[in-house]
C-alpha cells in the first residue's frame, strides 16, 4: 500500500505523525488526516533524508523506514530502552525522567 495526495484517513495520520516524530514539521495542517501539499512536501523531506528517491509518494520503503507497521499501518510498539531514561514506541518518544508537572495556581 502507497500513500499520495488525496489520500484521507488514519493511515495518513500514522504517517503524519510518523514524518512529525522524525522532525519534519507540519505546521499548517498538523495531523489531521489528509494528504495534501503539506503532507506531500514532508514526505520529500522525509525521502530525502532518508536516502530514498523523492517522489511524494509514502511507498512501501519509506513507510517501513518511518517504522510504520504496513500492515495496520500503525506505529510498531519496539521498545528500545536509552540510558537517559528515553523509551522509544515506533515513531513516538516517551521521556520517562525530568518531567515535571506544575499545578496551576489561580487566585
Known sequence: M????????????????ALR???????????DGI???ETESAVLQAQQSLGLPPTGVADQTLIRRLGIDKKTMQPQQQKISNPGG????????????GIAIKKATTE
Do not use: E
Open 2 to 17: 502507497s500513500l499520495r495526495k488525496g489520500n484521507k484517513g488514519p493511515q495518513v495520520m500514522h504517517l503524519q505523525s
Open 21 to 31: 516524530a522524525m522532525g519534519i514539521p507540519l505546521p499548517n495542517y498538523g495531523v
Open 35 to 37: 494528504f495534501g501539499p
Open 86 to 97: 528515553v523509551w522509544l514506541l515506533g515513531a513516538v518518544a516517551i521521556v520517562g525522567i
